[in-house]
């Protein structure tokens, strides 16, 4: 059976990533308690189901260490398991809040005597879901939905859900220092120190997708070999994230406004990596997002 276990932080946009899966074509159950979830596959199998997508967070605090222990026994098994850990930073995640004027699920856990609509309560809330679900971020993709739209998550989810099932993905992502870290980055690459084609008037509006880009920075001998530098670390330690049992590997490229140099260094590693990898691609500042 195809399950996948939708989780991470509240507002990070877990009701739309399981309204994706649902419109995939998976029986979808929301906010599961996980000892309830090896039930659950025996009885989706028994009427002879084969994609199931469950939303676990942290209203069921009482039953979330047992999340771990569930999915390694789901894989040996023999089910394809993925867990998909949404994030966002709290400037996103107190606007949503705000914006669907809805109190967060460990609001009642707070001190009393404090309101509800104040925003360090909220931030309080947001630090202490962090901490409860800081072992379950461990098992799962990251996903960073903090510039991300509803429509933009759900063609996220539907992409890493339809790819053809391997031992690990290689996901590569091109992003801005100035926007700030994407927070689903397993390992984060600067590329600020390369010649910036910003500064060229002709190249500035184009992006490293773009052939005159392309060309001014294979004219550079430093980018060669930062890029070569690149894949043989990548190389080199994929095998180790894979022994990990790592469904997923993000390796994440940063240049100062994530439209030229980290968007070549991306589209060139994961040219490279295709040929013998399963590969994923995303351009955060290329998204239309901002």
């Not at 949503?96 to 109190?103: N, V």
């Not at 072992?135 to 933009?152: A, L």
């Not at 989810?157 to 690990?168: A, D, G």
Request: charged letters at 25%; aromatic letters at 6%.
């Amino acid at each position: 059976m195809q399950i996948i276990i939708i989780t991470g932080i509240s507002g990070s946009g877990k009701s739309v990533a399981l309204n994706a899966l649902e419109d995939a074509g998976y029986f979808c159950v929301d906010n599961l308690p996980p000892v309830l979830l090896s039930r659950l596959v025996e009885t989706r199998l028994e009427d002879n189901e084969d994609k199931l997508a469950v939303a676990v967070d942290s209203r069921s605090a009482a039953s979330l260490t047992d999340l771990p222990k569930s999915v390694i026994e789901l894989k040996n098994q023999g089910h394809a398991v993925h867990v998909l850990f949404l994030t966002a930073d709290d400037h996103s995640l107190i606007t949503r809040f705000s914006e669907t004027r809805r109190s967060h699920p460990l609001s009642h856990r707070l001190p009393k005597g404090t309101s509800l609509s104040d925003d360090r309560t909220l931030v309080e809330a947001i630090r202490e879901e962090r901490a409860m679900m800081s072992d379950i971020q461990m098992i799962g993709q990251v996903i960073d939905t903090s510039n991300s739209n509803s429509n933009q998550l759900r063609n996220r989810v539907k992409e890493l859900v339809e790819i053809e099932q391997s031992p690990l993905t290689l996901h590569f992502e091109s992003f801005g220092f100035k926007f700030g870290v994407p927070l689903d980055a397993d390992i984060i690459f600067d590329v600020r120190s390369l010649p910036n084609p910003y500064y060229d008037v002709r190249l500035r509006p184009l992006t490293g997708k773009d052939k005159p880009v392309i060309e001014f920075l294979e004219s550079q001998a430093d980018v060669a070999e930062l890029l070569k530098d690149i894949r043989d670390f990548v190389e080199k330690w994929l095998p180790s994230f894979r022994r990990d049992n790592r469904s997923y590997l993000t390796v994440a490229l940063g240049c100062t406004g994530g439209q030229h140099r980290s968007v070549y260094m991306v589209e060139q590693l994961a040219r490279h990596f295709m040929k013998k990898e399963q590969v994923v691609t995303r351009h955060r500042e290329l998204t239309g997002s901002r």
